[in-house]
T-cell receptor, first 115, second 109 residues
Framework: NAGVTQTPKFRILKIGQSMTLQCTQD?????MYWYRQDPGMGLKLIYY???????DKGEVPNGYNVSRSTTEDFPLRLELAAPSQTSVYFC??????????????FGSGTRLTVV | AQRVTQPEKLLSVFKGAPVELKCNYS??????LFWYVQYSRQRLQLLLR??SRESIKGFTADLNKGETSFHLKKPFAQEEDSAMYYC???????????FGTGTRLQVFP
């Protein structure tokens, strides 16, 4: 049972480059999330999705885009990388509300550095 | 506005000492609170949820609505408890989690 899988684990980007962080889950979870984790700042929600074809902005969406064409996949796109996007990115998934009290399942993270 | 506050960035104790990691929240609705833990080089994982009133790895947490707190406690810390701990608030009917800034627990031998 793979759970939530993120790729790549590490990446160095130059300013202005673009990339896609991949996230896939095999638990048939409807809800998926992207967070960024910065030192001393906790985790901030970037985007989330409550099902295929539905996405919505979180707390810090600027500079990112997402899509949700299937239940399993929720890629995060950085179009023009900036140093402020240097962070560790976590993807997470969960079941809908009452079941969500089981908690989120997190991926192992992608450490991104923009230079 | 919804907010989760963890006032301590770092908490250092010796093995066998009691531990209390503080968490306060601000939310006008019915709170659903969690503790997540991140061990070194591992992914975040759920430790506790208030609704189940469980004890995991010797940790407990009680929701105090009067004080809007959800402190994490363990009577005797172990070295393997060293990790980053995040308190999180789930917003009713949206399932979005609001995280605190985290507390690093260091347990010395």
């Amino acid at each position: 049972n793979a759970g939530v899988t993120q790729t790549p684990k590490f990446r160095i980007l130059k300013i202005g480059q673009s990339m896609t962080l991949q996230c896939t889950q095999d638990m048939n979870h409807n809800y998926m999330y992207w967070y960024r984790q910065d030192p001393g700042m906790g985790l901030k929600l970037i985007y989330y999705s409550v099902g295929a074809g539905i996405t919505d902005k979180g707390e810090v969406p600027n500079g990112y885009n997402v899509s949700r064409s299937t239940t399993e996949d929720f890629p995060l796109r950085l179009e023009l990388a900036a140093p402020s996007q240097t962070s560790v990115y976590f993807c997470a998934s969960t079941k809908p509300h009452r079941d969500a009290l089981a908690g989120y399942t997190f991926g192992s993270g992608t450490r991104l550095t923009v230079v | 506005a919804q907010r989760v506050t963890q006032p301590e960035k770092l908490l250092s104790v010796f093995k066998g000492a009691p531990v209390e990691l503080k968490c306060n929240y601000s939310y006008s609705g019915s709170p659903e609170l969690f503790w997540y833990v991140q061990y070194s080089r591992q992914r975040l994982q759920l430790l506790l949820r208030h609704i189940s009133r469980e004890s995991i790895k010797g940790f407990t947490a009680d929701l105090n609505k009067g004080e809007t707190s959800f402190h994490l406690k363990k009577p005797f810390a172990q070295e393997e408890d060293s990790a980053m701990y995040y308190c999180a608030l789930s917003l009713y009917n949206t399932d979005k989690l609001i995280f605190g800034t985290g507390t690093r627990l260091q347990v010395f031998p």
